[in-house]
C-alpha cells in the first residue's frame, strides 16, 4: 500500500515536470504568467520541469524501498509540499486570490500529495 501512495505522488511529479519541460509557457498560463523569452522558459522548464521530473524518480526509487529510504523520501517530499502549501496560505493572507483555480486547486491538491506521503511513510 505504501508503494502506492507514493507511485501515486510521483505520477503527479512526473505529469508535472513533463509538461513543463514540454509546454514551460502553458504551464504558468493560468497563473498570469508569461514565458515569452528563452530565459523564463529555461528557468520554467528548470523549476517546474527538471525538478519535478527528479521528485518524481526518488519517489519511484523510494516506492520500491532499494535502499530502505522510503520513510525518508516519503517524509522529505511532503514536507516540502507542505511548505508549497503555507507559501499559499502566506499568499492568500496578503494578495487574497479572487479565484479558487489555480492557487487553491494547488493547495488542496499540495495538502492531499503531502497526506498520502505522511500515510506511507506511517505504514512502511
Do not use: C, H, N
Not at 535502499?67 to 507542505?82: D, H, I, P, W
Not at 508549497?84 to 483555480?101: E, K, L, N, T, W
Amino acid at each position: 500500500m505504501a508503494a502506492f501512495l507514493i507511485i501515486v505522488a510521483a505520477l503527479f511529479f512526473a505529469g508535472m515536470g513533463l509538461y513543463g519541460l514540454v509546454m514551460p509557457a502553458r504551464l504558468v498560463e493560468p497563473f498570469g504568467l508569461t514565458a515569452a523569452s528563452p530565459t523564463a522558459r529555461a528557468e520554467v522548464r528548470a523549476v517546474y520541469g527538471g525538478f519535478g521530473v527528479a521528485v518524481a524518480a526518488l519517489l519511484g526509487f523510494a516506492a520500491f524501498d532499494a535502499q530502505g529510504v522510503r520513510s525518508v523520501v516519503a517524509v522529505a517530499v511532503g514536507v516540502a509540499l507542505v511548505g508549497m502549501a503555507a507559501g499559499r496560505v502566506v499568499s492568500g493572507m496578503v494578495d487574497r486570490p479572487q479565484r479558487f483555480y489555480p492557487v487553491w486547486f494547488y493547495f488542496v491538491v499540495e495538502l492531499v500529495l503531502a497526506g498520502l506521503l505522511a500515510w506511507a511513510a506511517a505504514i512502511s
